[in-house]
């Protein structure tokens, strides 16, 4: 099809606009040759277009579909109006500011601050191909950072567009960009630094001129570095071209550069510098314009110089800096006027005040001489061949130095402080690969265009070169990749101009030649252009004039004004005032600034050099353009010459990266927001080469489809029966042949189906006529349906009408008979109802008399007998009544005498087992023949085994005897039970019934005697009270007393040891005596070896240590006291001095093992007296427990108190043997033979205790039963049965007296309790102070013997009696040691006999006795008492108290095995938190033996191993899971302990029992909260990441609903594919925190965090790709959503209603979002939207509706008029602040809900936990 039969009625094109420059129109007939006739679609105007050329028709409308495209190149028309249309389209109507044009980025400069740029935006980009989402400098960005990544070759963005057009912005954006994603974690910093040098450089830099408030007047060029990771690490600058006579002289509406205006604003801060208003200074008051609306100078100057800060620019530098600035303001101000009248001076010269104000400031702020400045500034020194001439210049002369002065020194500053940014951002890291993001100044046109626009362009041209290139490499790659054949593409080639300005013969030539020439000026320049340039085309003359050229440029033809292109290209300075001025001595930073080495070395210094890995070398080396540098042979070199060197190197640098484009376009020039002018605009996208890129692409195949996409969009062009599903791109081949003739007009790719311009617009037309057929064929047929169901609904009226009428009549006879057979009907039945009512009422009157009469026989004979059998049931109670009675009488006094005659044989037994559990004798017998009884028991074991294995099928056999008898009995007993009960249970009911009554009686009459007995109670008790305090007074004088005689004892024992010491002494001198108490001592030594067989069987000290547990059962934890006064007692014994003088000469040393083993008896003994006294406060707190609760017995605590007194006196006595004892040797052995006395006497005390108290346990019960027993006889009989005819039984006053008997008997037990509690009180005290004695005196045994052994020996006899006192303190030692292993292995004996005898017994042995008849010796408390001390002996032999013990060394094993080395699903099979709960239980060991240094290092263990297990596996939601759980519970376990009352309301009283004691963890506690949170962030990040990637597959872009944007793909979706794959995860993720017990709170919150997550991601996506908004989108969303949604009631449910609500609003607005798709948008639902909307902002409601595309035709458009009401709405009803508060576009996906931990207690009792042998910590931690 030709391109001119697309011209027929009802076509729209485009027709030119002098303003406008395109409007639209619509063809009003066809095409005939040579007219065209259209009509404008704004006026209406009809116009008749005459076509001189069929090739040159009028532009073609692009259709409706494809209006408002992201890219341009998508377009079916590629041209002029197209691109201009779709831009203003995007930026006007809809507030895009971004488009694409193939590679390039068009940004169009809004005027206006949008939220688009914020973090969130960022990481919506980060990730995701150029193209996915809408256009946006952070597209382009992460394009350049992506392909870094993939292809690791360096990158670079070229930023380019007219003055006011936002390129400053577009780059400041793109390195913020990879500030943020390619952050490094160092210290340096970089990536805020590279940020930081914006606001320097736009400071300095930047100005404002007519068309842009902050442009740049300079290019620049930032390298961005980084390492072999891709982060940053470090950047560099170079600079182009700065603009320095912006400087000394500004248009009208321009200002000076930033840093003049702020340091004005600055000045009151600044007083030093003399600064005044702009307005005052000659340099910032030409413009007329000081003030930028929006900027604050002063705010900006502070951020400047925070700015430099962070650069690491000094103060004194900063300070320095801006001396310099001011000094160029003051220097603009020095006044040049003509010289006063003088005989020797020319009138015209050059003079200045020596008085001048600025001129004097500017000499003290820099420290130069006055004069020699002021001589300077207005005369010159010219050197000729043979003499030097000074001479006096003209004002206009000297005000040209002057300025030109101030040029070079801000140029040098300017210099200067780029190399400090550079030298700031320079870093040591290493610099793999750069991205360079290219800031450089647009095509640039004037009506006065000079030296500074020719540079401009020349530098554009180069650029437009390398993109034209570029862009038809791309191209042409395309083509290539996709396998399409194609011709070469004729693009526009600049290389002509190019060559006009760099040739041999070119402008920069002719311009340097003609600075040499000592009389060059710009006249001359310009006419040897016109000589020499006049053959290149593009060299063009002014028609008028010879003071300008013309350049045909790419853009546009240039005129330029030739003046001062001399100048400005020499850039000279006069070298005197540069003298005067590098004289300073105030300001050290004009040495910096004009350093002559930097000059003569090169450039390198003049900015950073590029980078070192540089793969293209320039031949010229690079700097900044501010200052010209010098040539090699020491001529200066030119502004020109460098700027084609720096530009050289540059177009090297581009050519070996990849490049990126962003051309910035500027839509008005009266800077309004939003405002299009097409004028303006079109002439910048002719400039920026966006029209060359447009037609390069439309001279190739501009259109390209993928297969799917154009058969879902073309499938109607197609018959059914032609469809392939199957086979896409043969049916794409069907539907291009039938409709596309000529094959040229299109080409099939390897994925894509490429068109040339225009075709796509032919097939949306054939598309929307087929469409328009098909609506016309299904309207006829509607309007057939609509008629015909019209036509048959008026037949069906009517024949309902005759219906009705024929069946009124039919109805209406009917009645009628109906009537008459009724009437008959009545009648009958109305005389047979007479007649039968008749009857009935004579047949009632007879039945009732008949009824009557039968009652009142039958109620007299009832009555006479029940009273016979009420006669009866009274005789049978009274004469049982009677017999109860006697038996009653009879049984209390058998009982009395048989508890009176128990009573004394229990005294009597008592009296005799006292007497022998005294004797030596009895104590041998008890231990007598162990060894020999255990291996006959062993040996009967045996037997007996042999037997049971014989009996045992007998055994069976006789169980199921046994069993078939037992049934029968119980059969039996069933039956007679049931008989007895059947008759028990109607005398039970009459019983009950006076019992009820007598019961209330006795009731009242027990509480008055109540609270009577607690009054009495009251005062006695007060009574006993007081006297409690007396005997304590007197208790404390006695103390006193016996301190007194403490402290006289020892005086005497001073005295007697001095008398030792002086007969020791005597004793030595005496050979003989020594010899022959030698031999003595050896006697007794061998009667000391012999004597340890009368040993043998003395109880061992773990054996009373066991007896002692059994005999007491506290409720309280005894394991803290225990543990506490070992380690307290330890310093007494180790303050032994052992080694005591030796120095002072030679005495034995004593054996190490037998002093370690001396140490560890007596630390034994101490730890069992501090038990023992720890029992004793126990009892003494539980005595006064029991003071104010009922009596108990105090026999036990009395018989304790007299064995004390009995030892007490013993020890005296012993005491007393010592003090009288003469020989020191006799002294010392004494010492040991009394210790081991003691030890038996002790072993046997306890012994007696044991007997004594399990007597006593059982006689207890026993007698409070008694009470009990008489008690329930009195209540029985004052609650008898017999109701109110009590009085036949209690005819003599029988219940009265025994009710009076009973009381009495009751007092009389009450004050013998109370007797005996005062007996009890009073000897508690006294035994209190007893041990307390024998505690002191037991030390004072351990003190004599120590220092005995310490002192030195006085004569050969006492040394050698030390040593055999060691030695026989080793033998002693070692016995005991070994008497200890044989009572721990009789122990084990005995445990092992009792549990045999349990398996006997199981067996079905019963008779046992046999076995154990001679097992009395060694078990005689158990076979004497089995009986009464049963429960004393069943206890468990060790009850433990919570606590895991373990070494510090053990501590990273620990460590190690419990968190590093735990696997999830060995977790899983273990009890939930079982590490926090081991980890607990350690810390309460540590607690309970105050070891905080141990707690300390075993928290930070922990915490460093939990955050190394999870930093290894961070990838592991299992791991994290599980410590998040174990983390929490040893949170909540430390809170549950910590003693609060607010954790302890549901503890148990074990539980608050075992709360910490010592330590105060409240801040671990928060160090532990805060390492749950970060465990929680942690899952939250792991979980989110998971989901991220399945987020758009699963919601966005699945589509399950088939027909709506088109039909399924032709591969099938997996099963799980789309939210199905993203349930799974879900699922996954919740299964994981069920399974290791994470909090169902803390659960609610993760999942709550995961789908606001998923709401922001989806939302933000939706936001930023325009295909997913349509309605067919949003329907196919709202669907996939719905899954979700399910899946939070079905699988969340457990948590309750109200968490599944919560959990699905953060849902709200992806679901509102989808909604405004569906929606209808007309004017009359504003309101309505508005309200569905109301979890959106105003922006993002627009937003949706500016992306909402229709997918065809037909579909309602979305008016401006609408959105604006909408916005207007929404706006009202966010208030009036709602403006004030920062708004941005995307939803905060990385906001995280604030998490709190409830307090969950455990019911788990801590001694019940057990080490599990999987974890291998056995031998590591010991249960206490």
Known sequence: MTTKELYTKGARIWVEHPEKVWESATVTADYRSGVLIAKLDQTGEIRQIKIKDENQMPPLRNPSLLIGQNDLTSLSYLHEPAVLHNLRVRFCDRNAIYTYCGIVLVAINPYNELPIYGDETIMAYRGQSMGDLDPHIFAVSEEAYTKLER?????????????????????????????????????????????????????????????????????????????????????????????????????????????????????????????????????????????????????AFNETKNALTTLGVSETEQQNMFTVLACILHLGNIELTCEPDSGDVEEDGAYIDPNDKHLQIVCSLLGVAKPELSRWLTHRRIASAHEVIVSRMDTHRASFARDALAKRMYGEMFAWLVKCVNRALETEQNKSHFIGVLDIYGFETFEINSFEQFCINYANEKLQQQFNSHVFKLEQDEYIKEEISWKMIDFYDNQPCIDLIEDRLGVLALLDEQCRVPQGSDQGFVAKLHESCHKYPHFMKPRFGNQAFIIKHFADNVEYQCGGFLEKNRDTVSEEQLECIKSATSCRLIHAMFDSDRVSEGNATATLPPPSRRRTTPAVPLTSLTQPPRRASGQKQTVGAQFRASLSALMATLSATTPHYVRCIKPNDTKQPFQFHPARAVNQLRACGVLETIRISAAGFPSRWLYQDFFNRYRLLCAHKELDRGDIKGTCRRILATHLKDPDKYQFGATKIFFRAGQVAYLEKIRADIQRLYCVRVQSCVRRFVARRKYLRRMRALRGLQAHCRGFLARRKAQEVRRTRAAIKIQRYLRGWAARRQYQRLRRLATGLQAHARGYLARRLYRDARRVKAALTIQRYARGYLARKRVKAMRRGIIIAQASVRRFLARRLYKRLRIEARSLDHVKTLNKGLENKIISLQQKLGEAQQKTKALEPLAAQLAEAKAKLELLRLVEIEAKT???????????????????????????????????????????????????????????????????????????????????SAELEAERQSRQKLLSTQYELQERLDSLQRAP????????????????????????????????????????????????????????????????????????????????????????????????????????????????????????????????????????????????????????????????????????????????NVTVNLKSLTTSSYGSDVDIVNEDGELATAYETQKGINRQLQEELMSEKKFYSDHISKTKAEIDRLREENEKYQKLLSVELSQEPKNKQQEFAQNEIIKLAAESLALQERVDKLSESCRRYKNQIRLLVNKLREAGIEDVSDILESNDAVVPQNASLAPEIAPVSRKKEREYLGMFEYKIQDEPKIIKKLITDLKPRTAVTLLPGLPAYIIFMMLRHMDHVDDEPKMHQLLKAVRIGVKKTLRKRVDSVEYSALWLANMLRLLNNLRQYSGDAVYQKENTPRQNQQCLRIFDLSEYRQLLSDTAVQIYQGVITLLERQVERLIVGAILEYEEISGLSGPARAPPSPPGAGPARLKQELSAAHDHLHTYHVDACLRVMIFKQLFYYICAYSLNQLLLRKDLCCWAKGLQIRYNISHLENWIKEQLAEYGQKSVDEILSVLKPITQAVQLLQARKSLADVQSTVDMCSNLTAMQVCKILNMYTPAEDYEVKVTREFIHEIQKKMQEKAGPNADKEPQNLLMDSKMIFSVQFPFNPSSIRLEDIELPEVLGLEGLLTKI
């Open 1093 to 1268: 067989s009368t040993k043998e069987h003395r109880r061992s000290l773990s054996d009373a240590s066991n007896n002692s547990q059994q005999e007491t059962t506290v409720e309280d934890d005894f394991g803290y006291g225990s543990v506490r006064s070992v380690e307290n007692s330890r310093p007494a014994l180790e303050a032994v001095n052992w080694s005591a003088g030796a120095h002072n000469g030679p005495m034995p040393i004593a054996d190490a093992g037998l002093v370690l083993r001396m140490q560890n008896r007596i630390s034994a003994l101490q730890s069992e007296l501090s038990r023992t006294t720890k029992r004793a406060n126990d009892l003494e707190e539980r005595l006064m427990n029991r003071l104010s609760s009922p009596p108990t017995n105090p026999n036990l605590d009395r018989f304790k108190v007299e064995e004390l007194e009995i030892e007490n006196k013993k020890l005296r006595e012993h005491l007393e043997r010592l003090r009288s004892a003469g020989d020191t040797t006799l002294l010392t052995k004494e010492v040991i033979d009394q210790l081991g006395i003691m030890q038996k006497e002790l072993d046997r005390r306890r012994d007696e205790c044991i007997q004594l108290k399990s007597v006593l346990t059982n006689t207890k019960p026993q007698w409070f039963q008694t009470l009990k």
């Open 151 to 299: 292809e690791r070759r360096d990158q670079s963005i070229i930023v380019s567009g007219e003055s006011g057009a936002g390129k400053t912005v577009s780059a400041k954006y793109a390195m913020r960009y990879f500030a943020a994603v390619g952050g490094n974690a160092s210290e340096t910093q970089v990536e805020r630094k590279v940020l930081a040098s914006s606001p320097i450089m736009e400071a300095i830099g930047n100005a404002k001129t007519t068309r842009n408030d902050n442009s740049s007047r300079f290019g620049k060029f930032i390298e961005i570095h980084f390492d072999e990771l891709y982060r940053i690490s470090g950047a560099s600058m170079r600079t182009y071209l700065l603009e320095k006579s912006r400087v000394v002289y500004q248009s009208a509406g321009e200002r000076n550069y930033h840093v003049f205006y702020q340091l004005c604003a600055a000045a009151r801060s600044m007083p030093e510098l003399q600064l005044d208003h702009q307005d005052s200074f000659h340099y910032l008051n030409q413009g007329g314009s000081p003030d930028i609306d929006g900027v604050d100078d002063l705010r």
């Open 978 to 1060: 049931l008989k007895v009960s059947i008759e028990d249970k109607d005398s039970v009911i009459a019983a009950l019934q006076a019992e009820l009554a007598s019961e209330r009686d006795s009731n009242k009459q027990l509480i008055e005697e109540k609270k009577e007995i607690e009054k009495t109670y009251k005062i006695e008790r007060e009574a006993w009270e007081g006297e409690s305090e007396k005997l304590a007074n007197e208790l404390k004088s006695s103390k006193e007393q016996f301190d007194l005689a403490i402290e006289e004892r020892d005086k005497q024992h001073e005295q007697e040891k001095k008398a030792l």
